[in-house]
């Protein structure tokens, strides 16, 4: 049982290329969840997703893009990198029962750094 | 929209210590309360989730407390141990979406 499994862990971009940051789960949940954490800023929500199909935008969408074919992974796409995105990249997911017992369980990260 | 917040930033114990982080929210409308512990570089591993019916759970030498009315939950870390040196988040959650706190940097001198 791998868990959340994120690739690459490092990445460095110059700015305008294009990136995916991969992420797989093995755990079949339904709730998947990409953020983005800076310091002094916390941990924040980019794009999540409710199951295959369903994405929505978290607190800091903008030059992301995400999509959701199937249960088991949720990529991350930068179209056109920043230097402002150089960040360590998080995702997580859980079992959304909708009852409240739901434990967020999160990748190891992907720092990624935009020249 | 909800705002966490975690006091103190740092923190800074002598071995043996026990201590409480505290973590405030301003929505109360949560499903549940979540405390991860997170080492430099690594992600984040849950410690305790209260969810909203419960006053408090406890696991090992943790015990988490939430009162809802208030915005308000404390993570008390008892006999503390150099292992415990890492960053402490809460975060609440909502409808699909999972508010953290900024941590509280904890430091246990031997």
């Known amino acids: 049982n791998a868990g959340v499994t994120q690739t690459p862990k490092f990445q460095v971009l110059k700015t305008g290329q294009s990136m995916t940051l991969q992420c797989a789960q093995d755990?079949?949940?339904?709730?998947m969840s990409w953020y983005r954490q800076d310091p002094g800023m916390g941990l924040r929500l980019i794009h999540y997703?409710?199951?295959?199909?369903?994405?929505d935008q978290g607190e800091v969408p903008n030059g992301y893009n995400v999509s959701r074919s199937t249960t088991e992974d949720f990529p991350l796409r930068l179209l056109s990198a920043a230097p402002s995105q150089t960040s360590v990249y998080f995702c997580a997911s859980s079992y959304s029962k909708g009852d409240g017992a739901n434990v967020l369980t999160f990748g190891a990260g992907s720092r990624l750094t935009v020249l | 929209k909800q705002e966490v917040t975690q006091i103190p930033a740092a923190l800074s114990v002598p071995e043996g210590e026990n201590l409480v982080l505290n973590c405030s929210f301003t929505d109360s409308a949560i499903y549940n309360l979540q405390w991860f512990r997170q080492d430099p570089g690594k992600g984040l591993t849950s410690l305790l989730l209260?969810?909203?019916?419960?006053r408090e759970q406890t696991s090992g030498r943790l015990n988490a407390s939430l009162d809802k009315s208030s915005g308000r939950s404390t993570l008390y870390i008892a006999a503390s141990q150099p292992g415990d040196s890492a960053t402490y988040l809460c975060c609440t959650s909502g409808t699909y979406k999972y508010i953290f706190g900024t941590g509280t940097r904890l430091k246990v001198l031997a």
């Open positions: 755990m079949n949940h339904e709730y």
């Open positions: 209260i969810q909203s019916s419960q």
């Open positions: 997703s409710v199951g295959a199909g369903i994405t």
